[in-house]
């Protein structure tokens, strides 16, 4: 079995294979492709997370404000302006690109708890502004009646509808992703987040590559924000706050910053665990931290050292500084 793993010519094109037909299978069972949409809108989002925090180490806390963004621009953009949901989604993770773009230019010099505060001042500002500006956003009661996609003239309604949709993206966030983190750039970005003042010395623009880092991540952020108002077909600042910032960092700490698969593993893990512990309400939060301090404990380098055993490859690549790009 082990030796099956580690044969990506295999692995890759029979994983393929088992998401395609998995909806199908699953055809009928709402509850459980609930869960696989849930599932594939946390990929998305903890993947840019990825590319911002375990490629360069930027510290951001604003995650959840680019999600929000794109989540309430698809919403105004579909409700009020009358587009179609496919050419809003685009637009939506533009959108929350080009706002980090501009976060990022004063704020990218920072380091560390600095880049933490502001990007979570931001966020702040961003949930206030979802509160406040009623006439646009519907204020705290929420935006309501945002009409779901439509594709070929057939109104995407129930979860097996949106799963293949979900899947599309995520799998391109996912192939964008494993690119970029094999690619020179992709070094040169973990070089800069291990050692940015000697990355600096041979020549490189560190805050024009974290700009660029933080601009990607943010737009995936922003697609999936999208995705996620035309399925709920509401939202509210409620699901924009700093705990979902929590939830996401907490996913893409355990399972190892700079690993791809150890993510999607975390991300499998916590979407299951949020939805089976509220049977034990109001003892799920509880139950969830003891589960988190568990695998730091036996799982220090996250679950990406797991998946690394798995597949026969190496936790973490050797780092050089990589040349001036």
Known sequence: MSAILRDRRLTLPAGAALLVVLPLLLRGQEYLLRLCNELLLNVVVILGFLIILGLTKQFSLGQVAFYGIGAYTVALLTASAGWNFFLALPVAGLLAG???????????????????????AFAEIVRILMIRWKGVTGGAQGFYNIPRPT?????????????????????????????????????????IGDAPHMVAAMGTNVALHRILAFFIGSVLAGLAGGLFAGYATFISPE??????????????VVGGLESIPGALLSVAVFTLLSNYLLAFYPWDLLLQGLTIVLFMNFLPRGLGSLAARLLGTADSQPRTVAKKA
């Open 239 to 252: 699901s924009f706050t700093i705990n979902h910032t929590i939830y996401f960092l907490t996913i893409l």
């Open 98 to 120: 080009a706002l980090a773009i501009l976060v990022g230019i004063p704020c990218v010099r920072f380091e560390g708890p600095w880049f933490a505060l502001v990007t979570f």
């Open 151 to 191: 594709l070929g003239g057939v109104q995407l309604t129930g979860e097996f509808h949106y799963i293949y949709l979900f899947l599309l993206v995520a799998g391109v966030a996912v192939a964008l992703t494993v690119h970029l983190r094999l690619s020179p750039l992709g070094r040169l970005w973990l070089a």
